[in-house]
């Protein structure tokens, strides 16, 4: 027997979403609430008054999962005490929809290319129809183009606007491609016009997003355009249009991946004062040998001439990167080729990690994760370490510079502040005066720690 709720009765289907994860989560948590919204849920900030929680949820470290499964065994107990339906969406694993759904502490899954008909998943799995897992395979288009996202009223001034969904890169570590699909690009209309209007509504910065932007291509159907129309938009065109059609909007992007970041992209970026000048272009490792075991598809030289052209073309331009220590077959010589690139760069800052095999991965699968659990700890120390000695140096740099900043906030750690990015993406904060989140000010840097830049108003 299916146990049966009328939701008739219901008085209203209110949710409650929890994020975990990456920006795309970030983004992708929008879009769901939209979709809610505008289908008749009510949203709840509070847990407690919600009947519906959704865990956004995350698998590209091992760690990462162990988080989510902590919490699920938390809401087991929320469930016994009321009527409650847990549902998880975005980058799940096999494993995670095994364990939880056998412990039914989870009622329904729905994986990131579903989301269009999430309101039906719930009001079928509400009504107790046993469908468990909504997925994305037959859905390899769905890119969520013109949703019209509904934004929180929470005076944020900078958002997340997603432009690939997906990836075929095949890093041998990494789960994405399992969990969000093949890759995919946003038609470059639908882009242009949510850009205009998150504008209209009050933002005054987009962080384009995707698992690997610089591969961003949309071919028009060559019967619909006139002569004057490019029949290809690749990454460079759609940064161009979306500059010169929002003079007044920042706009950022991440991530890159070495292997596709071309010189026509960083002309663009160099050309437009509006594009921020940072980039995001992980490296993961400096030893040629673990970059062919990882399927990165560029050598350590390769990656060295990018950063010199990124460097010659805008020279102003902040780098920063991700770095995954203990990769399988990773010895002393392949770790001090990535401590000696990193001192080559002296990158501003990066995401850095101790390597965690992902059930499902070629790695996982045809490797040996045998670097010993200490040395991985080590090796990420000292890397650790380094990059914390070089965004330091890095932020000496800007000492004495007046630089532009968006007021995104009030400084956590003081509230006579404010605090904001300039255009290398640092956080900049400096005393409040007369201004509000979302001027975009001139500030005098003072002073910096290794993440702080100090600073005071120009007027
Ligand atoms: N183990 C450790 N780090 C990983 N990343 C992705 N997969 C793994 C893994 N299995 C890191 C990479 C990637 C970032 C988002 O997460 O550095 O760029
Ligand atoms: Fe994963 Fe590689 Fe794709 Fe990044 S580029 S999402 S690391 S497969």
Redesign the pocket.
């Known amino acids: 027997m299916y146990f049966y709720y009328n939701i008739k009765n219901m008085k209203d289907k209110n949710f409650y979403i929890e994020n975990y994860g990456?920006q795309m989560n970030i983004s992708d948590s929008d879009i769901i609430t939209s979709i809610l919204l505008k289908n008749g849920f009510t949203q709840s900030k509070n847990l407690d008054e919600a009947n519906i929680i959704l865990l956004n949820a995350c698998s590209?470290?091992?760690k990462a999962e162990l988080t989510l499964k902590k919490r699920l065994e938390q809401l087991k107990f929320y469930k016994k005490n009321k009527k409650i339906w847990i549902g998880i969406t975005g980058c799940f694993s096999k494993q995670i929809k095994k364990i939880f759904l056998e412990k039914k502490i989870v009622d329904f899954f729905v994986s990131p290319d579903s989301y269009r008909e999430i309101h039906n998943f719930i009001n079928y799995s509400i009504i107790g129809k046993k469908y468990f897992f909504y997925d994305s395979i037959k859905k390899k288009n769905e890119t969520y183009a013109d949703i019209n996202i509904i934004k929180q009223k929470n005076k944020k001034i900078t958002t997340f606007l997603s432009i690939t969904r997906g990836c075929d890169n095949m890093?041998t570590?990494?789960?994405?491609p399992f969990t969000r699909g093949r890759e995919r690009s946003t038609d470059p209309n639908s882009i242009i016009k949510e850009c205009e209007r998150l504008y209209q509504n009050g933002y005054k910065e987009i962080i384009l997003l995707g698992q690997n932007v610089d591969s961003y291509l949309w071919i028009y159907n060559k019967k619909n355009i006139n002569q004057n129309q490019k029949n290809v938009v690749d990454f460079s065109n759609l940064l161009d249009l979306l500059a010169k059609k929002n003079p007044m909007m920042r706009i950022r992007f991440s991530?890159s991946n070495p292997h596709d970041m071309s010189n026509k992209v960083l002309e663009v970026i160099s050309k437009h004062k509006n594009i921020c000048k940072h980039i995001h272009l992980?490296v993961?490792s400096g030893s040629n040998k673990i970059l062919k075991l990882m399927n990165r598809k560029y050598t350590r030289e390769k990656y060295l001439f990018l950063v010199k052209q990124i460097k010659n073309i805008i020279p102003e331009c902040s780098i920063s990167h991700?770095?995954?220590s203990g990769?399988c077959n990773e010895n002393e010589e392949d770790h001090q080729d990535t401590i000696n690139l990193m001192k080559e760069i002296k990158y501003n800052y990066g995401?850095?990690?101790?390597?965690?095999?992902?059930p499902g991965?070629y790695?996982?699968r045809k490797l040996k994760d045998n670097v010993p659990k200490h040395i991985k700890k080590k090796r990420l120390q000292e890397i650790i370490d380094l990059q914390r000695k070089h965004s330091f140096y890095r932020m000496q740099e800007h000492l004495g510079k007046v630089e532009e900043v968006l007021i995104e906030g009030e400084s956590k750690k003081n509230n006579q502040y404010w605090y904001g990015r300039n255009t290398q993406n640092l956080i900049v904060v400096f005393p409040k005066k007369h201004l509000n989140i979302g001027d975009l000010v001139h500030v005098k840097i003072k002073n910096t720690t290794s993440a702080t830049l100090i600073g005071d108003i120009c007027i």
């Open positions: 990456c590209i470290r091992e890093c570590f990494c789960i994405v991530t992980p993961q991700d770095i995954i990769f995401y850095m990690f101790s390597y965690s095999p992902r991965t790695a996982y």
